[in-house]
């Protein structure tokens, strides 16, 4: 089982996970709007029709596709928190965690950078409450560092988006047979990362 297909080993029947495995493939190839619910079809090993039993339309697909790895994301950087003292640990725990999910899972997180602009309005706000929550991880990380005169950082926002565009930005080149292992770039980007906001005392 790959990364990407332990992520969606929740979604039932087995079918809907077919199906979604099935879009993700294509539209991380094609793109959304080069894909055809055919063609999600027959990479399910089903017919033309199936699709339309489990999901409403395409655009519903891309939505639980994406729902899903939002969901994912952020309970990987709670999960890297756990038991975590101290911000620089926590910071670089959570980039780790962070940077790590892009490489393991980059194939479906380039599906969501790239397609989530075929959403629709509804759709597209709850995606959008779902990347602010990943963001605020982060951020709120920060601050407590800051706050804590740990780190040494100017702008909070600007330096929690700079270090979440870091570790996002691994899914647009990261390639399973490249030199560098989802940990080794997760320990190069939760390195980074300490460095960029100059801890004090406890780093």
């Not at 399910?44 to 489990?54: D, E, N, Q, R």
């Not at 911000?87 to 965690?97: E, G, I, Q």
């Not at 759709?123 to 560092?145: D, N, S, Y």
């Amino acid at each position: 089982m790959t990364s990407d297909e332990a992520m969606w080993a929740g979604v039932v029947p087995d079918a809907s996970r077919r199906l979604l495995i099935a879009a993700v493939d294509s539209f991380a190839e094609l793109g959304y709007h080069g894909t055809s619910t055919r063609q999600i079809a027959a990479g399910a090993g089903m017919s033309a029709g199936a699709l339309y039993v489990h999901y409403r339309t395409k655009a519903d697909l891309l939505y639980r596709i994406a729902e899903l790895v939002h969901e994912s994301v952020l309970a990987a950087l709670r999960d890297a928190l756990a038991d975590v003292h101290g911000p620089t640990a926590r910071v670089r725990a959570l980039m780790y965690a962070f940077a790590c999910w892009h490489a393991r899972h980059h194939r479906a997180a380039r599906v969501i950078q790239n397609e989530l602009g075929a959403l629709e309005a509804g759709p597209a706000r709850t995606i959008a409450g779902m990347r602010r929550r990943v963001r605020a991880v982060l951020h709120e990380e920060i601050q407590a560092g800051v706050a804590a005169g740990v780190f040494d950082v100017a702008d909070v926002a600007g330096t929690g988006r700079a270090l979440a565009s870091l570790a996002i930005d691994v899914c647009r080149w990261y390639r399973p047979e490249g030199a560098a292992s989802p940990e080794e770039i997760g320990a190069l980007y939760a390195h980074l990362a300490v460095r960029m906001l100059r801890p004090g005392r406890d780093g």
